[in-house]
C-alpha cells in the first residue's frame, strides 16, 4: 500500500510539473533569467563610464579657466548615481526604475555639456590623456545606447509572455511580473557625439 501511494504521488508531482511547463514556466524562468543577463551588462556599462569620470574632469581641471559648474555638476550626478541601487527584483518597480534612469540620462545630459564646453578649449587636443578619454567615452556610450536596446527587447520578449494566455496563469501563480523598459529621454535617443577635432571645426 505505501508503495502505490508513493507512486500516486510522484505521478502527480509529474504531472503538475508537465501541467506547468506545458503553460509557460519553464519559458518564463528562461526569459527572466535573459533579463536579468541583459541588465547585467546594462549595469556594467554604466560602471565602466562612471570610472572614466573621475579621470575626466582631474585632467579638464589643469586647464584654470575651464566652466567649474560643469565639473562640480557632473561630478555630484556621478556620485547621486553611485548611491541609487536597483537589484534584478527592482527591475518590475516603476518608482525605482524611473528614479535609476532619470539620474543615468542627467549624467548623460552633464556629460554631453561639459564636452561642448570642452570644444571652447583647443589646447586640450594636445593632451593625450584627453584624447584617450575621448576614445573610451565614445566608445562606452555606444555600448550603453547597444546594451540598453538589448535589455528592452528582453524585457519585451518577457513582458509578453506574462500578459500571454495560458502563460498569464503561470505568471500570476508563481509571482513574475512585468518589468520596466527603459524610455529615451529628449535627446538620448542616441549615444553622444564625442568629438574634439577642433581642426575640423575651424575648417567649417
Known amino acids: 500500500m505505501p508503495k502505490i501511494k508513493y507512486f500516486l504521488n510522484f505521478t502527480i508531482f509529474i504531472l503538475f510539473l508537465t501541467a506547468f511547463s506545458g503553460c509557460g514556466y519553464n519559458s518564463l524562468v528562461e ?7 541583459a541588465w547585467a551588462q546594462v549595469e556594467n556599462q554604466y560602471q ?19 566652466e567649474k ?12 548615481v553611485g548611491q541609487i541601487k536597483l ?9 525605482k526604475f524611473k528614479q535609476f534612469s532619470d ?8 556629460l554631453s555639456r561639459l564636452l561642448v564646453v570642452a570644444e571652447n578649449y583647443p589646447q586640450l587636443k594636445a593632451n593625450e590623456n584627453f584624447l584617450q578619454l575621448q576614445s573610451q567615452l565614445e566608445g562606452t556610450e555606444n555600448r550603453i545606447s547597444v546594451e540598453r ?12 509572455s506574462v500578459r500571454r494566455f495560458p502563460t498569464l496563469i503561470t ?24 568629438n574634439f577635432d577642433f581642426d575640423k571645426k575651424k575648417d567649417k
Open 149 to 160: 536596446k538589448k535589455f528592452n527587447e528582453a524585457v519585451q520578449e518577457f513582458n509578453t
Open 31 to 37: 526569459q527572466d533569467e535573459k533579463v536579468n543577463q
Open 103 to 110: 539620474a543615468q540620462d542627467k549624467l548623460s545630459g552633464a
Open 87 to 95: 537589484s534584478t527584483d527592482d527591475l518590475s518597480d516603476e518608482e
Open 48 to 66: 565602466r563610464r562612471a570610472d572614466l569620470i573621475p579621470n575626466l574632469v582631474k585632467t579638464v581641471q589643469g586647464y584654470a579657466d575651464f
Open 171 to 194: 505568471a500570476k501563480i508563481f509571482g513574475f511580473k512585468e518589468k520596466q523598459y527603459f524610455k529615451s529621454a529628449p535627446g538620448t535617443d542616441k549615444a553622444p557625439d564625442v
Open 69 to 80: 559648474d560643469v565639473l562640480t555638476e557632473v561630478t555630484e550626478l556621478r556620485s547621486k
